[in-house]
């Protein structure tokens, strides 16, 4: 009989790990931590740091413990305060799971929620700040920093560990978080036996595994010494969470995501010895985690797409579960990309960064036309080789991508590095029957492939030789069949622009170059495809033909177009080449134009009027004032209002990006929520912690959109005021007042840039 709960802190069972066992010569054994009464392996640090803390007599009832936890610190710590009698104030960042709040809210602490993108860095700052501002009324149990957390590990831990393997454990591995379950087991274990390893496993940088640390990263714990461990072991964050999903499935162990990165290295330990006994610690259970990644579908069951092919809304099933393969059409690099080209690279960007936002795998491949009669005539105009003269063109390229926030493609494969790809898929189609050679040329016979038409809807009998399709010079069999491999010309041979084949030398068309290009990346079937309309007919059904005669498998499952631009009623292209340096003269900063190409949904047209100008000014000045508010409020009554619209104006923006892009309304939710927002403001009805969680949802929300303004006025509160006003009389046209106030806060060292007013 235990006179406490706290008794029943340690002690926990070691379970043997057979199926996912690499060598039969080394035993694996799984220290079960959340066996402890809280639930984790920081229940036993907690208790120490506590019970060290009243030995000493430095925590005394009338304090409020306070710590900085990614959770399972906090819960444990939650426990033993309630037993104790003490206060708990916890920080921690607002991504860690639901879960651990609800469970921390429950044993009655107190949460201070810090932005998410500061990680645990955040949290410790604002413990560490409210320590020194009111050292009498907080005590810190600093766990990053106290032997406490060590001790307990040493002192309890190792001893269960030794006794339980009856002294014959060879190698330790434990994941690396505050690093005091390995400083203990270190000084532990090593006493009662020097040769035993200590193995500690980290994440890489910019990692998604909730409770660890790399140790450049954030805050290294001054508990910390490296030279403690035998070995330290970078892990993956995807071999983490499948390992931690495999000891559910084939173990019947549910744990949490720094177990699956425990136990994935212990695999590898194993592996590599001889003989002998590895032990593990899987410090808490995946009930913590229902909420994240970890156990969450991989593929949300609500995403639907239009595809062009089926003109229908399609639920988006991928060929890979939790995977998405994407191909963009990309530019013919003769000439800055014109805005309609930045619409289709903004669309595209919207819909990988979502995909993204709701958990898949992204794979995007977008291909550089360098080699074609744009290129070859402009490279020849300018007296520069053709490398040269595309390679300026491809730094401009990604300059402006930059500019428009476009996160980069995985592969950007140019024309010129892949002519064998493409001479190679020309063979194939030559041998099936569906291509043949004329003049030197090779040329794909439409009428040997029945599908024809099924993407675009295009009848044959309406094309118009000579506008729909080029003739070619009429050299083909049949005036509608399109070229694959076209013959040079002298000046081509002269400048060696060519590849050489068994029909001639030759160079391919852009229909040609995308089939190519698209499945030596993505393979012969992949997810979606995306361009603009102006393409459909003939480049995209003839890219589809080219494919799926080569493979008999189809090309792309879904396609999806984005509708054309029109600036003071004309339509982009290639006769009307408006780029954004030219939307810079006219006084559109790069955020205003991103935000303009991608609030109108991508199936319906982009309109630039001045008054579209004006409108796109305004809704993001209505966006900053609230952004810049809620950063430098300091003051306020918290309520559970907020915290309902907070989690609203995430569910709302899913469900309408859910269904087909719909940004329009999505745009339109943010804007009521905003109006929501600042009416509580207005009563002073939202506290330092209420406005931290919304601003972590519009971080989440800005993952996607890239139009938010995260403007950091922790240093000086008074420069977020000083913004909100400045956006309120820009927003009323009040110049003057925002001149005035721009001024003032150059002279607080804030620089902004404006577009001219309108």
Not at 317 to 338: F, N, Q, W
Request: net charge neutral; proline share 3%.
């Amino acid at each position: 009989m235990s006179n406490s709960l706290l008794d029943l802190i340690g002690n926990t069972p070691l379970v043997e790990i057979r199926r996912m066992n690499p060598n039969p010569l080394v035993r694996i054994f799984a220290k079960l931590e959340y066996m402890n009464p809280g639930g984790s392996v920081k229940d036993r640090a907690a208790l120490y740091m506590i019970r060290m803390a009243e030995e000493a007599g430095i925590l005394t009832k009338d304090k409020v413990v306070i710590e900085a936890t990614s959770g399972n610190t906090g819960i444990g710590l939650a426990m033993v305060c309630a037993i104790r009698g003490y206060r708990l104030m916890l920080a921690m960042s607002e991504s860690v799971s639901l879960e651990r709040r609800r469970i921390l809210k429950a044993r009655g602490a107190e949460i201070l929620l810090t932005p998410g993108h500061l990680g645990t860095d955040g949290a410790i700052e604002a413990v560490y700040r409210l320590v020194r501002e009111h050292p009498d009324r907080y005590f810190m149990t600093d766990q990053y920093n106290t032997e406490a957390n060590w001790r307990a590990h040493a002192e309890g831990t190792s001893r269960e560990i030794w006794e339980q393997t009856g002294g014959k454990v060879d190698a330790v591995v434990a994941t690396m978080g505050t690093t005091g379950t390995l400083m203990g087991l270190s000084r532990g274990l090593k006493g009662l036996n020097p040769e035993v390893r200590i193995i500690g496993v980290e994440p890489y940088l910019g990692h998604r595994i909730q409770g660890l640390k790399n140790m450049k990263e954030a805050y290294q714990p001054e508990l910390y010494e490296k030279n403690r461990l035998d070995q330290k072991v970078n892990i993956e964050d995807g071999r983490a969470f499948d390992t931690a999903r495999r000891l559910a499935l084939e173990e019947g162990l549910l744990v949490g995501m720094s177990s699956g990165a425990a136990m994935a290295v212990a695999q590898d330990v194993a592996a590599s010895m001889e003989k002998g006994v590895v032990v593990v610690m899987l410090p808490d259970s995946g009930e913590r985690y229902l909420s994240t990644e970890l156990f969450a579908s991989k593929t949300p069951d609500t995403l639907k797409f239009y595809n062009t092919l089926s003109r229908t809304r399609e639920a988006f099933k991928p060929l890979h579960e939790g995977k998405a393969s994407i191909y963009s059409c990309g530019p013919t690099v003769h000439d800055r990309m014109h805005l309609g080209g930045c619409r289709r690279a903004v669309f595209s960007d919207l819909l990988c960064r979502y995909l993204k936002f709701r958990g898949l795998d992204v794979t995007h491949v977008m291909n550089i036309t360098d080699m074609d009669d744009k290129t070859i005539a402009g490279s020849e105009a300018a007296g520069l080789p053709l490398k040269d003269f595309t390679a300026k063109w491809i730094n401009i390229f990604h300059a402006d991508l930059a500019r428009l926030k476009v996160e980069p493609a995985k592969h950007y494969p140019l024309v010129s590095e892949h002519l064998d790809d493409m001479v190679s898929l020309t063979r194939k189609l030559v041998s099936s029957g569906v291509a043949y050679e004329k003049h030197h040329s090779i040329y794909f016979n439409i009428s040997a492939f029945p599908e024809y038409g099924s993407l675009s809807g295009v009848d044959l009998d309406k094309i118009r030789l000579g506008a729909t399709v080029d003739l070619e010079e009429y050299e083909k069999d049949n005036p509608r069949d399109f070229t694959l491999l076209k013959r040079i010309r002298l000046s081509e041979l002269k400048r060696g622009i060519y590849a050489s084949t068994e029909w001639g030398n030759v160079r391919p068309s852009l229909h040609l170059q995308c089939a190519a290009m698209s499945m030596k990346y993505l393979g012969q079937t992949f997810d979606i495809h995306t361009s603009s309309r102006d393409l459909l007919f003939p480049h995209h059904e003839n890219e589809v033909a080219i494919a799926t005669a080569a493979t008999g498998a189809p090309m792309a499952r879904c396609w999806m177009h984005c509708d054309r631009v029109f600036v003071d009623g004309q339509a982009v292209g290639q006769e009307c080449r408006i780029t954004l340096e030219d939307l810079e003269k006219r006084g559109m900063t790069d955020r205003e134009i991103r935000f303009w190409l991608l609030s109108a949904h991508y199936r319906k047209p982009a309109l630039l009027t001045e008054d579209i100008q004006l409108a796109v000014r305004r809704s993001l000045s209505r966006i900053d004032s609230c952004i810049h508010r809620l950063a430098c409020l300091t003051t306020g009554e918290e309520n559970s209002e907020l915290e309902r619209l907070a989690l609203e104006l995430k569910e709302n923006f899913i469900r309408d990006m859910d269904d087909d892009l719909n940004i329009s309304a999505a745009m339109g939710g943010i804007f009521n929520q905003i109006r929501s927002i600042n009416r509580l403001l207005a009563e002073g009805r939202v506290g330092p912690l209420g406005a931290s969680a919304i601003l972590q949802v519009f971080r989440d929300l800005d993952s996607v959109l890239q139009i938010f303004d995260f403007v950091d006025t922790t240093g000086n509160p008074e420069i977020g005021l000083k913004l909100a006003e400045r956006e309120a009389a820009r927003s009323r046209g009040d110049w003057e007042a925002a001149d005035h106030l721009r001024e003032e806060l150059l002279r607080m060292g804030v620089m902004l840039q404006d577009g001219r007013k309108l």
